[in-house]
């Protein structure tokens, strides 16, 4: 015998149900995919050709709320476009590590998981965002960005959970991803556990969203805002040195 729901499933349809009661679940074999009723995503660009990608939403927030960290001497990776647009006056000197000379404002090149070129006890800030999980040796990385800060130093940390795979530039590179579990476990090999501070951003529909390349103007903010840790889309982590 059918339920109530079936039966008023057979006189109203599955998006007026939704409005009604936003906790509606479709029965099996009644669910309606719609334009997501496809083998291939909107976007394979992270969504930049459709508004900009979605979860730059959360690692943009997360630096904005932890502005006043990115402060004196900077070390970020690749460039230092987010030391400047968070840190502004308050940074006193910016530095950028590369992994080889394609960018000529770099002041380091190396790699971030074996860099003696990186002066122990240096920096105020390391910012290194979406980068770990390009870097085989990640916890030697880690161990770098530890070596690296004063102490009361912080490194701001980003890293992706849920995620297409890049083919492209980052194809051979692409080579970890994360749960916030596993960033704890692997920060807290070099900083205090009470000096970490881990948080987690995404809900399924977001990171469907995101699976499906589209762009961060298709959703809106509640969407974006509300955090089901199912669907860990970022992880995002700021850890002092004592």
């Not at 590590?97 to 090149?109: C, E, M, S, V, W």
């Not at 074996?114 to 085989?136: K, M, S």
């Not at 000096?195 to 103007?217: R, S």
Request: charge should be positive.
């Amino acid at each position: 015998m059918r339920g109530p729901q079936s039966r008023l499933k057979r006189f109203i349809p599955n998006v007026v149900l939704k409005k009604i009661n936003k906790n509606f679940i479709p029965l099996p074999g009644e669910v309606r995919l719609g334009d997501l009723d496809r083998t291939s995503p909107l976007s394979k660009q992270f969504g930049y050709d459709r508004g900009g990608p979605v979860d730059r939403y959360y690692i943009e927030n997360f630096l904005e709320r932890h502005r006043g960290l990115i402060k004196g001497r900077v070390l970020e990776i690749g460039d230092n476009e987010y030391t400047l647009r968070y840190g502004g006056a308050n940074v006193q000197q910016s530095d950028i590590l590369h992994i080889n000379d394609r960018n000529p404002k770099a002041t380091f090149i190396g790699d971030l998981s074996n860099a003696p070129i990186l002066p122990d006890n240096t920096f105020d800030c390391v910012v290194l965002t979406q980068t770990l999980h390009l870097i085989f040796n990640h916890l030697q990385a880690l161990q770098t960005c530890y070596r690296v800060l004063k102490p009361g130093g912080t490194l701001l940390l980003t890293v992706p959970g849920i995620s297409h795979i890049d083919q492209g530039e980052w194809k051979d590179i692409w080579l970890w991803s994360y749960t916030q579990s596993s960033i704890k476990r692997m920060l807290s090999e070099m900083f205090l556990k009470e000096n970490i501070e881990t948080q987690v951003h995404g809900n399924v529909l977001v990171a469907t969203a995101f699976l499906y390349g589209m762009g961060l103007p298709e959703l809106k903010k509640s969407q974006m805002d509300e955090t089901d840790p199912h669907y860990q889309v970022i992880i995002t982590a700021s850890a002092m040195k004592s």
